[in-house]
């Protein structure tokens, strides 16, 4: 075979690799659409589908233009910018470690950033931006922790794994320190805020997240090149010049932010970012971190499971964490049996 074939050769399979991306990334993006829209059409209320897009724009019936732009329409946009911020937020950790257990859940960032919203809201009666700035900050610090705790002449990711798993267990015993500390009003809004929930969300809520994520969302993706040859080894990074560490941080700093900007909004959903990126690769069989594909896993996700978690009980409703604790659950088990059989881990 000649240097020529070889070069087509290379030439068609990244065409195919980047074709099946942006066909998957399309039919994601659609499939975010369609459960937004189901989310503002299912309910008490039902609303026909061919209704709601009108609806909120303010066409059609009175009654139907409430429902949809009062009560629905900003916990569906929440749960779409939450599903987002997680899910993009799972590929990037996943990515920089090489290790499909390295997201925030499993890490303790989530944990950490739970803490000081916890703190935020018990102490100083926090809501908003300056909740979800709190939460970032917890998540950052708890970052820093774990990263120095885990570095010993380089970074192991089992040891990350690890250390995360311990820190986390900290800032979760911690958390329950200051939540069996507020008084009662409080620890109910804490519990129902820890659970992971979209109860009760209203247009208050998306600004400070929809802030963040104007800034986060783009800037992660024009990393993504970066994060790209990172997978491959720092040897190979630094060869074709990517500044390693300065890079490493700044990703990592994105990631731990766009965890931040979830949390602060929705409370720790559990495992949205640990399963968004997996799936999102296997969907679109890229060797990379598929950050956009995992952002619009992440959507699809939170808006499912905060359907079902409104509609699969009459009596009252189960938090969006909730849903997804019981469909992520079964997929740790599976992934750490598969990981521990195969006896991978650094």
Not at 89 to 98: D, I, K, N, T, Y
Not at 198 to 223: S, Y
Not at 278 to 300: D, I, K, M, N
Not at 332 to 340: D, E
């Amino acid at each position: 075979m000649t240097t020529y074939d070889v070069l087509l050769h290379v030439s068609r399979t990244r065409a195919r690799v980047a074709g099946r991306k942006r066909a998957v990334t399309i039919g994601l993006a659609l499939a975010a659409l369609l459960a937004f829209c189901l989310s503002l059409s299912v309910g008490d209320f039902t609303i026909s589908l061919l209704r709601v897009l009108p609806a909120v724009f303010g066409a059609g019936e009175r009654g139907e233009v409430f429902v949809v732009q009062s009560l629905r329409l900003p916990r569906a946009l929440l749960a779409v910018l939450v599903g987002a911020a997680f899910g993009m937020s799972g590929a990037v950790f996943q990515s920089l470690a090489r290790n499909p257990l390295a997201s925030p859940d499993i890490l303790g960032i989530t944990a950490g950033g739970s803490l000081t919203a916890v703190m935020g809201l018990t102490l100083l009666g926090l809501s908003g931006l300056p909740l979800s700035l709190a939460a970032t900050a917890g998540a950052l610090i708890t970052a820093g922790l774990i990263y120095t705790f885990a570095y010993r002449r380089g970074m192991s990711s089992y040891r990350l794994v690890l250390v995360g798993i311990g820190v986390g267990a900290v800032a979760t015993a911690l958390t329950q320190f200051f939540w069996t500390r507020a008084h009662a009003h409080d620890a109910a809004s804490v519990a129902l805020w820890l659970s992971g929930s979209l109860n009760g969300r209203g247009w208050e809520n998306i600004e400070p997240v929809v802030l963040m994520l104007l800034v986060l969302i783009p800037g992660t993706l024009a990393l993504g090149k970066q994060l790209n040859v990172l997978e491959l080894g720092d040897d190979s990074a630094t060869a074709v010049g990517v500044p390693v560490q300065r890079a490493r941080l700044v990703l990592l700093i994105a990631g731990v932010a766009l965890a931040g900007a979830g949390i602060g909004a929705a409370g720790p959903v559990a495992f949205v970012a640990f399963v968004s990126a997996p799936v999102a690769r296997r969907l679109s069989r890229s060797p990379g971190p598929a950050l956009l594909p995992a952002a619009l896993t992440g959507s699809v996700l939170v808006c499912v499971a905060d359907l079902i978690g409104r509609t699969a009980l009459s009596s009252s409703e189960v938090s969006v964490g909730v849903i997804t604790g019981i469909a992520g659950a079964p997929y740790l088990l599976w992934l750490l049996a598969t990981t521990n059989s195969s006896g991978q881990g650094d």
